[in-house]
Structures are given as structure tokens and as C-alpha cells.
């Protein structure tokens, strides 16, 4: 059984097995780790260690400074795990025991070479985010890499999640690639012709409307960030849908939007909570689009027509007050609940001062918690 788990692809982690977080003294520690065990089957030289971790120092210098920190970064390892050999040291080079110590890097590229459906499943699973995101050291050669690492693994992710939606395309599994496609479009929603296959899912599984809001948030997201128009691929799929569209008779029209499900965005930055909260809104009926912080709320109301917004308050990056506060000011008004832990009725009045439609405490009972979203969405 490994010592450690290196969650490389998100917020940099460190765990033992039983999910206890780990801090190392040095951040230029974690920088070797990660760096190590991106190829842990490699031997790297120390020499290109050193000049990676101290690119502005002179070689002696470098070499002298990396002695250092592997002296100090030995004592921490033997103190996690005193038995076990997580460093490799082997004359010159250095690695890491690939029995001690596992990293999702590997693991996601191990999957992507499977590349059967359950392994891109698992692949677009174990992708929680870009490469070291907002981890940097501030020494050129080393941030360098880290930027190459994250571009090469963000196109990877994006391949696996479309190679993922046509096989599920293929085999008429319509929901679960509708998933898989807005899952791709959080990664990057710059994705056209992500965007497209979206609208096709839709296309596919009869509802029109929504494919056509695809399309209208495709194209504000491209006049936003580039200033452009859709393409004529883009265009044409949209013309189209609005021509089968037409061609329904009220009578169909009516029973199409009822058919619709209602799209509930849950932002929430514990995952279990969060979890929990998806599979009780799909049980009722609800598609659920979930962000773990309010920046991924903000951006996924940016491109993502909602009907309505969980919102927790305490959470990373932007508060949930903030959030809702922001969407007002854009203009763009979502209805949205609050369900929050916090103590007090601070939290509470606040949420209604910035304009909350509902307020539930936690814990939330999912009765509770259903009755009052049907009742915001006027079910």
C-alpha cells in the first residue's frame, strides 16, 4: 500500500492513505515531489533538479541549496512513514518508490492509454482541474515546466472528454454524454465545437429549446472573450434546430417544454454535501449542473442558462453573498436559495439583503430541501 497520494491535477495535495492531509515545510519540497513523480518510472539528474528549483542561482550554488532541502525533506518523509522508502536516491539521480508514493498524474494518463470507455470514464474523473493550478515557485525554468505540464494535460482531458461523449453518443447513452460534454465546456468553454455536440445531444434527445440556449451561450461566450461570431458549422446546426423547431405545432411545443427538465446549479465546496445534493435533485427529475467554489459559480452562470442556484456561503476564492451580489450586478437575475452551516443570523439576513429567495440551515433534510426548490420554481 503507498505512503503517499500526490493529487497533482487541481489544487495541489498531499495525503496518506487514509486521506490525512500532509504539509511539507518547504514548498520547493512539493515542487520535487511533483515534479518526480509525473514520470515516476524516470531517474532525474541532480544537476537538472538543482537548476530547475534555483534557475537564477550559479550550479554550486543550486547543487548546495538542493543538498539542503533533500536533507531536511528526508527527516519529513521518515517522520510520515519511518519504514518506508518514498525518496529514491541512486548516486546522481534522484526518484521516487512508485510502491510508497502514487500520483492521479500517472494514474490519468495510464487511463488515457486504456482508452476504453470505463478507463475515460475514470480518466475524466480523476481530472478535477489543471495541473498544479495557482501552484508556482516564482523560478523561471521550474514555472516554465509547470505551464508546458498543465497545457499538455488540459489537452489531454479535453480529447479523453470528447472521445468519451461519442462513444456514449454511440451507444445511445443521450444523459450521460449531455454530462460529459458540459463537463468538457467547464474545463474550457471556449470549446466551439464542444459546444456543437452539445447541441446535437440536445437535438438528439428532442429538446430543442435548450439546444438553441447552447447556442446562445455559445455565442455570447465567443463575442465576450474574442469578439467573433459562431462559425458556419455553429450557425448552420442553429438554423437547423430552429427550423424543426418551427415546424412543431403548438401542441408539441407545449409538451417539449414541460418535457424540459429544470436546471439547478449546486455550489458547494464539500464534496460529499455537494454529491449528496446532485443525486437528490437527478432523483426528482432535475438536471443539475454543481461548482465547488463561487469563481466556477460565476463562470458557469456566464455560459449556462439556470434556473436556480443552491448556494452555500462559505466558500473558497468568493463567498456565496458575493456571488449572488456579482450576478446582480451584471444583471443577470437567478433565483437563488442559500443553505449554509454558519452560526448566527448574520449569515442569514445577509443572504436576503443581497437578494436570496430562501435561506435553509444545515443540516438540510432532502424533503425539506425539495419542497422549497419546487416551490421557488413554481412546480
Known sequence: MSVLRLELLGDYQIHTPNGTLITLSAKKSQALLAYLAV?????????????????????????????????????????????????????????????????????????????????????????????????????DKFDQWVLAERDRLHRAALRAHTQLAEALMKRGAVDEAIAVAQRALRIDPMQESMHRTLMRLYLQSGDLVNALQQYDACARMLKRELGVEPDGETRALQQQISQLRSKRTPQQQSDAGKETKKIVLVVEDNVLNRELTNAVLKAAGYHVLTAKDGAEALM????????????????????????????????????????????????????????????????????????????????
Not at 476504453?116 to 474523473?125: G, K, M, P, S, W
Open 39 to 139: 514520470k515516476p518510472s524516470q531517474l532525474v539528474s541532480r544537476d537538472k533538479m538543482a537548476s530547475l528549483l534555483w534557475s537564477g542561482s550559479g550550479p554550486e550554488q543550486a547543487r548546495q541549496s538542493l543538498r539542503q532541502l533533500l536533507s531536511t525533506l528526508r527527516k519529513e518523509l521518515s517522520q510520515i512513514s519511518p519504514d518506508a522508502r518514498i525518496l529514491v536516491e541512486e548516486s546522481d539521480f534522484l526518484g521516487i518508490d512508485t510502491s510508497s508514493i502514487t500520483a492521479d498524474v500517472s494514474d490519468f494518463e495510464s487511463l488515457l492509454g486504456t482508452g476504453t470507455e470505463e478507463a475515460l470514464t475514470r480518466a475524466t474523473d480523476v481530472y478535477r482541474g489543471d495541473f498544479l493550478d495557482g501552484f508556482q515557485l516564482t523560478e
Open 300 to 379: 458557469t452562470v456566464g455560459r449556462e442558462t439556470v434556473d436556480l442556484i443552491l448556494l452555500d456561503i462559505d466558500l473558497p476564492f468568493i463567498d456565496g453573498h458575493n456571488v449572488l451580489a456579482a450576478l446582480k450586478e451584471k444583471g443577470i437575475e437567478v433565483p437563488a436559495i442559500f443553505i449554509s452551516g454558519l452560526p448566527g443570523d448574520e449569515p442569514e439576513v445577509k443572504a436576503f439583503d443581497v437578494g436570496a429567495v430562501d435561506f435553509i440551515h444545515k443540516p438540510v433534510k432532502n424533503s425539506v430541501l425539495l419542497a422549497r426548490v419546487k416551490r421557488v420554481l413554481g412546480e
